[in-house]
């Protein structure tokens, strides 16, 4: 298998894992609190085997989350790198919002590098994508690829209704419509849960992915699934995770 097509395969992969995390436009209907947190998943694309980690930790002004996917196995053996990202986030009026947005992809070749900065006050995003100078308008409520899934958490833990956001990724906006489906049992390599099932379908409705979030650990997403035309591409299971705290979001 050729280098460039493993890279493909892992970029679908990852951006299957987190973008469709997306957090819908939701207002909370009271002060809700997040967990910092760290998480393993095991993730299968087929016959490829890989890595997701997961982090949410405490910034200056905020939170600091930080995300990693890495192949395992025997593609590692012959293509090696991780595609890292990481967002700063701050709490205003009861959501969550990005600052800034960093990603590394050692698997590409050449290394393939992104930045965003979100100017609240300027109402612009500006930063870097491709090499290509990026620059938009803010949108109400909007996140970034990652920062999304924590703001689908803060949505849950706030008992807000979840019915769609706009994400910035690959350099525009794009926006997403959800569907949430309570009392959904999954098993894991760290055991049962009784989960807040997130459903996502494209627009051609030929792909659609889901993801669980389970009340007991503080809405941590246990299991993540992509399908294509009907059938399970992916899933990545939680296989080991530590819930620090929960305190309420910091703000500036």
């Known amino acids: 298998m050729a280098n460039r097509e493993i890279h493909g395969i892992w970029t679908v992969l990852l951006s299957g894992l987190l973008i469709w995390m997306s957090s819908p436009a939701a207002v909370a209907t009271e002060r809700a609190s997040l967990p910092t947190f760290s998480a393993v998943y095991q993730v299968r694309y087929g ?13 200056d002004s905020g939170y600091l989350y930080r995300t990693s996917l890495r192949p395992t ?3 590692a053996w012959f293509r090696r790198g991780a595609i890292t990202e990481r967002t700063t986030l701050i709490e205003a009026a009861g959501s969550i919002r990005p600052i800034d947005y960093v990603s590394r992809d050692t698997i590409a070749n050449p290394e393939r590098n992104t930045s965003y900065r979100f100017d609240h006050a300027g109402g612009r995003v500006t930063g870097e994508y491709k090499s290509q100078a990026i620059e938009a308008p803010i949108r ?8 999304v899934q924590i703001a689908i958490m803060l949505a849950l833990q706030s008992d807000a209704e979840i019915t769609q956001y706009s994400v910035f990724d690959r350099g525009r906006w794009k926006d997403y419509r959800f569907e949430v489906i309570r009392e959904q049992f999954v098993k894991t390599k760290s055991g049962e849960f009784n989960t807040v099932e997130v459903r996502y379908s494209s627009s051609d409705k030929d792909r659609s992915w889901s993801i669980h979030f389970a009340p007991e650990l503080s809405n941590l997403p246990v299991m993540l699934e992509y399908h294509e035309d009907g059938k399970l591409k992916s899933r990545a299971q939680l296989s080991g995770y530590t819930i620090e705290e929960s305190v309420g979001p910091r703000s500036n």
């Open 73 to 75: 196995g025997l593609v």
């Open 47 to 59: 016959l490829l085997r890989g890595e997701m980690m997961l982090e949410l930790g405490h910034s």
């Open 140 to 147: 109400a409520y909007g996140q970034n690829r990652i920062s």
